[in-house]
T-cell receptor, first 110, second 114 residues
């Protein structure tokens, strides 16, 4: 069973703080990793994709990938109340599939 | 532009009804996907079309029937559904079907089966 694990949360952070979201995956052949944000009642929205070990930054978001540890994370700097949502980690183990984690609910308090 | 559109936004149907969900993209993407998402759960893959051919069927019951009329359109035909099929149905598309292809999701159709 190919699995993607996330802490369901909620992860509560004050406005302006750094939110750190973590994800582990079981399939070592996985090559592509994605973070999606999903607001309640809405569809998933792509935040970041990462394919190589190391960090990838886009604005307030930084994705980190460590394939040896089978670990991917998302850092959100200067968190805003509008960042409050469920963050889904998704892994592509090949064969056109995306395997999603159960998501981490983030709450940013003003 | 990374827009995937879906119609209708909401659908209520009885267990004897036949209905269809529609998905459209004009990004030139050659892979399209149907997902089902229940409340507080992650999306679950149902079907994948690659270059207009069905490439993955995740053992979905035959009461769900996908169709890809052309490279921009994807339909999901529904017949004799059960109340447990009530969910958010998401369409996605990607440039190709390879492992690195980013999938972009439409807004979804919220389905209620009575």
């Amino acid at each position: 069973q190919k699995e993607v694990e996330q802490n369901s949360g909620p992860l509560s952070v004050p406005e302006g703080a750094i939110a750190s979201l973590n994800c582990t995956y079981s399939d070592r052949v996985s090559q592509s990793f994605f973070w999606y944000r999903q607001y309640s009642g809405k569809s998933p929205e792509l935040i970041m994709s990462i394919y190589s070990n190391g960090d990838k930054e886009d604005g307030r978001f930084t994705a980190q990938l460590n394939k040896a540890s089978q670990y991917v994370s998302l850092l959100i700097r200067d968190s805003q109340p509008s960042d409050s949502a469920t963050y889904l980690c998704a892994v592509n183990p090949g064969f056109q599939k995306l395997v999603f984690g159960t998501g981490t609910r983030l709450l940013v308090s003003p | 532009d990374t827009e995937v559109t879906q119609t209708p936004k909401h659908l209520v149907m009885g267990m004897t009804n036949k209905k269809s969900l529609k998905c459209e993209q004009h990004m030139g993407h050659r892979a399209m996907y149907w997902y089902k998402q229940k409340a507080k759960k992650p999306p679950e893959l149902m079907f994948v079309y690659s270059y207009e051919k069905l490439s993955i069927n995740e053992s979905v019951p035959s009461r769900f029937s996908p169709e890809c009329p052309n490279s921009s359109l994807l339909n999901l035909h529904l017949h004799a559904l059960q109340p447990e099929d009530s969910a958010l149905y998401l369409c996605a598309s990607s440039q190709g079907g390879d492992a690195s292809a980013t999938q972009y999701f439409g807004p979804g159709t919220r389905l209620l089966v009575l």
